[in-house]
């Protein structure tokens, strides 16, 4: 049993309180903490948890605590990971890690020094969706992974502090980005070093000084490429896609809109319908359960599970630390224009000298397959390529 002291009740911390008490049942928030000491009492008093507070390290430092959740706004992300670092706690912090790839190596390399367990909050690797879907993709179920393609886009985020470059890092790339960069990761392989970006990024519609849509281009020494899609001017909800594709296989996924189920209504609930959804009337797609659908019931599990077991969870600081890099690089493409390295300081992946060719198959001694297919009048195609003349040529089977 772990005593945990949650730092935010906002949006986040609120379905990590959800997941946590109603879920793995095991652990106890002790304390919570929030800016307003007002809004930490009547958290507290939600959820029945003993003690509140405005001020973090009290919170961090509490003796009961051994577990420390950061759920506070991104700027505050390294301010607690260093506190929890300092006594000795175990720290989860919530996406993305830091406003940036030096801040977040400063935050890997405090919790390391330390000790300390660390794990990064990446809910949506945890989807039960998602681990299906990896796990076959782990199995050999696509072939190689070619091509990962990830979309997060809703009408833009619900606190001010988000819009503020400032304090957030960034617009949509970093609140959203990160998300989509991990998932690509995860399924093309995270031993494989992202190389380069290259990133379109724009102020569409909001007068802010960050980028309110974006899509990205992660390139991996395998061969493969990762992209993200992210916006925060799309309407009629949370989209959240990913499409992997494989040598042999292909995986399609539906994480949010409508993916639960339909409601008509001419009057409306009055209230919440779901995450980012717009209006309450007309036809509205409801997710029924939200803190599972979005993976926070599995991450928890994995966090605590991990940290009994002695061993690392599935997403480390370390995960998060290439997040943060990848996204900087992102910012210097949009800039660029250009493609731009990837500055990863301490690599931990495999090290290739060259990036892979192409996956080439056998059909017989003498020729690679190129591709095979039936066609309407019943007819078998076989199109080959001649390994030494590359001659290419094509067999037809009636
Ligand atoms: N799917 C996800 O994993 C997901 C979803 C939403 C948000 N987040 C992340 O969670 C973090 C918080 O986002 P949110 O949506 O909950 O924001 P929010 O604005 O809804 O809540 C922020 C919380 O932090 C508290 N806070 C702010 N400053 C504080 C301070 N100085 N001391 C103590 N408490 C303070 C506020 O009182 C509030 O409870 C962000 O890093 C965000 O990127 C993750």
Known sequence: MHKIAMLGTGLIGRFYTMSLTHYRGKDQIVVVCASKPESAASFAKEFNIPRSTSDMAEAIQDPEVDTVIVALPNYLHKKAVLLAAEAGKAVLCTKPLALNGPEALEMLEAVEKAGVFHGYLEDLMYTPKTLSALHSTQQGALGKVLWARSRETHSGPHSDWFWNKKLSGGGAIVDMGCHCIEIARSFIGKENRPLEVTCWADTQVHPIDAEDHAVGLVKYDNGAIGQFEVSWNFRGGMDL??????????????????????????????????????????????????????????????????????????????????????????????????????????????????????????????????????????????????????????????
């Open 241 to 398: 896609r990913d499409e992997i594709s494989g040598t042999e296989g292909t995986v399609w996924l539906n994480h949010w809109l409508r993916t639960g189920y339909e409601l008509f209504t001419n009057v409306g609930q009055g209230g919440y319908v779901a995450e980012k959804a717009e209006g309450d009337k007309g036809w509205m797609f409801p997710v029924g359960d939200e803190i599972g659908a979005l993976g926070y019931v599995e991450m928890f599990m994995d966090m605590f599970n991990a940290m009994d077991e002695g061993r690392a969870p599935m997403e480390t600081f370390y995960d998060g630390y290439i997040v943060n890099t990848i996204i900087d690089a992102c910012y210097k493409a949009a800039d660029s224009k250009k493609w731009e390295p990837i500055e990863i300081q301490t690599w931990r992946g495999e090290e290739k000298s060259n990036t892979e060719g192409a996956a080439l198959k056998s059909y017989d001694a003498e020729h690679y397959l190129i591709k095979e297919e039936r066609m309407p009048n019943g007819n078998q195609k076989i199109i080959l390529k001649h390994k030494e003349s590359g001659e290419i040529k094509q067999i037809i089977n009636e």
